[in-house]
């Protein structure tokens, strides 16, 4: 699967989940969040994000290896708790925490 990691969080540029064939992003208030039970491996969602948020399931960097945890427990509470997987791009969230290059 792929996995959304820390530039993420704060930023929520959510061009991702335009692009994504199988609709399995999901977000809380903080970032968004790939549900591996989903996602085909298309890598579509790569490319757009304006902070190289993504990455497949083996390239995680080594600092961010929880995330792949995370994305997996996040996105099926998230599911779990009725909330729709995004689909369309949102205002971005561009936060004090988000780290834009
Ligand atoms: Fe969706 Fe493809 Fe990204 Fe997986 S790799 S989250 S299927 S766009
Ligand atoms: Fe987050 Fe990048 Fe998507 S900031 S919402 S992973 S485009």
Do not use: R
């Not at 530039?7 to 809380?28: A, H």
Request: hydrophobic share 35%; with cysteine; charged share 25%.
């Amino acid at each position: 699967a792929h996995v959304v990691t820390a530039n993420c969080y704060d930023c929520k540029y959510t061009d991702c989940c335009v692009v994504c064939p199988v609709e399995c992003f999901y977000q809380d208030e903080m970032m968004l969040y790939i549900d591996p039970q989903d996602c085909i491996d298309c890598e579509a969602c790569v490319p757009e994000c304006p902070v190289e948020a993504i990455y497949a399931e083996g390239n995680v960097p080594a600092q961010w290896q929880s995330y792949i945890q995370l994305n997996a427990e996040k996105a099926a509470a998230l599911k779990a708790a009725g909330n729709a997987h995004i689909t369309e791009k949102q205002e971005p969230k561009e936060g004090p925490e988000c780290k834009k290059k």
